[in-house]
Structures are given as C-alpha cells and as structure tokens.
C-alpha cells in the first residue's frame, strides 16, 4: 500500500478513535440469556447504533448460568467481528451483580423453558414454571434493585414475563428504576394480521394495543388500533373474523411459530425488544401509543401491582404515561377481565415470592 494511503488510514482510525473517547455517549447494557436463541439475534443490533443511536457508545455485559457461560466468548468474538463503531466494553459472566452494576438497561432474556426436566421432573404446568423461573427472578431483582443505575429500565422478555416481571420488580424494591414486560411481539403479530386482512401497508396501522397478559389471554385491540387513522375494526368492517379468526390468531402465534420452526420465535422476539427499547427512549408520535405492560397504578379498573399490559407513551421528557381516556366497548371489558383474571391467579402462585 502506498504510504501516503497508509497515512491517512491511520490517521482516520486515529480521529475516530478520539471521535469516541471524547464525544460518544456510554451506557452500560446487560442481558441475561446471552447465549441463547433470541440473544443471538438482539446483540448485534444493541451495539449497532440502531437502537440506542450512532452516538452512543454501548458496553455489552452478557449473563448465563455457569454450565453455558463459556459459550459467550464465541459470541463476544462474532459481536468484535460485526466491527461496530459503538461498540464498548464486551463483558461475559455467569454472576448477577457484576452482569447488572451500573447498568442503564437490563434485558432479562433468560428463563428456563415449559418442558425442561428438573430433578426427573418434566416441567409442563404454567405453575411450576412460574415457580422454577420465579426464583431466578428474585435473585436477578435484588441485584437489579441494589446496584443497577437509580433509572435504570429493565425489560422482561423471558417467560412467564408479567409476572417474572411482578417478581423482580417487587424483589428490585427500587421505585426510581422502571420495569417493563414485553408485549411488543403480539403487538407487531397484531398489526401485520390487520394490515394483512385490510390489504394495508403496515405502516398505516397505527395505536396497537395489547392489554393484559403475554400469553393466550392476551387482548389484541382491533377497535382502537387505527389504519391509516380510522378504526381497524371498522375498516374491516368483519366481526366474525375478528372474534373468531383474528384474536386466536394472534394469541396463538407463538405456538404456531413453535409447530412450524420446531423452537420459540426468536428473530421476530429480539426484533420486539429493540422495538421496545426505541419506543421507551424516543417520544412517541401524536396518535400512537406503544403496548408494554408495566405496573398498574390502578388505570382503566386494573388491581394496582399487576404488571399489565397497557397504551404507553413516552412523552417529550423521556416519561412513561399510561394513555389514559381510551374507550372499551363490552368485547373488549370482557377480554380485559379474562387476562386480569389469570395475572391475578399467577400473583397468588408466587404469593410467597413477591412478600
Ligand atoms: N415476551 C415475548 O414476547 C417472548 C417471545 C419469545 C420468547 N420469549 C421467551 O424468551 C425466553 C428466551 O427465549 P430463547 O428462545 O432465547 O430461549 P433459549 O433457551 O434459546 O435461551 C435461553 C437462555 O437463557 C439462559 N438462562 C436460563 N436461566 C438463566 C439465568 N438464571 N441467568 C442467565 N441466563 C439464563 C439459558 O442458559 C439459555 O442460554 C423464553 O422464556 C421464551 O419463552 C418471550
């Protein structure tokens, strides 16, 4: 190589790198489950500058339990090797406080799965695993609570995640750190059967909500989401289908994806919590809103300390509101009482872990 190129190579890499010392932003990310499936998809795009901006410098610490924890050092190798500019400090660890001191996110990713087998025991029943996945969350809370930073946003993704989330949360006994479940998956899952059926662009479907709990009893609501500002439901202007086609179809989507790809979405899950992420740190739009549930403060009749799926916004100082005001017709107060329903019966399951 000519020298001169040489030169000006070197000298570029030399600017960028005082670039970055002396401007970029840092935060500190840290995401448990960092081996698995979902993380394999969500790391990448948490250094890329994507989800947190080009100007913020990202320290990765990555958690898992101490058998797989050595299996992080090939991920931390593909994530060097991605050659992002924002990426900090890539850390692998198998222990909860280090992973999460001073964190400004944490990514609660890891659980353990339905159908595992623990002490000969094959785990199917939602009460055993709110148990088994209960305990992890108690110790993950504590140490969030302790050491993660005083506004540090915690987001759920591993399952059951509102009431994971319930655990950790109460557990964190930390009100000035913000916990949030993810629903943003059904959310998308939601909007694209809308648009699909009202042969719209996705990006007409505006104002999603998923009230309630991540799982089967999930309301996806057709009549407040908007396509291209109108109501969705009266766009489509089809009942039946709604009723009896659309909302199973979105309640079971994470077990079709299971039936036809043999494992849990994972692509479309990371894509879900970066969504997440973007929507709690960016405002949101005039006539949007964002579906995560986080914890009730008692709006639209919700038993207050459930966490719950509801219309978020982020408003222009970077707070979290409830989008109060939203009107439920009968269908929807029905749905509604399913879902609290089993969120309060999960409650009482891990009664003693929640103090
Ligand atoms: N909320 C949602 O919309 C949504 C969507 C899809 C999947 N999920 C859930 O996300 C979770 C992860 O899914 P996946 O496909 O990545 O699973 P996976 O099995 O591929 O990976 C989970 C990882 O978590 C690790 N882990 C388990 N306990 C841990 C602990 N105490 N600390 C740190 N790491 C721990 C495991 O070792 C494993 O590597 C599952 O619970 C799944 O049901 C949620």
Known sequence: MPLVQFLMMEKEIFLSQIYKEKYMKEINVAVTGGAGQIAYSLLPRLISGETFGRDTKVNLRLIEIPQVVDKLQGTIMELIDCGFEQTGELVSTSDIKEGVKDADWILLVGSIPRGIVIDGKKIEERSDLLKINGGIFTDQGAAIGELAKSDAKILVVGNPANTNALIGMNSANNSTQQWFAMTALDANRAKAQLAEKAAAEISSVKNMIIW????????????????????????????????DSYLPLVQQRGKAVIDARGASSAASAANAAIDTVKAVINPTKEGDCFSAAVVSDGSYGIPKGLIFGFPLRTNSNGKIEIIQGIELNEFAQTKIKVTTEELESEREAVADLIG
Do not use: K, L, R
């Open 212 to 243: 309630g709990n991540h799982s089967p009893t999930m309301y996806p609501d057709p009549y407040n989401a908007t396509i291209n500002g109108a109501s969705a439901a009266e766009v489509i202007n089809d009942n039946q289908w709604i009723e």
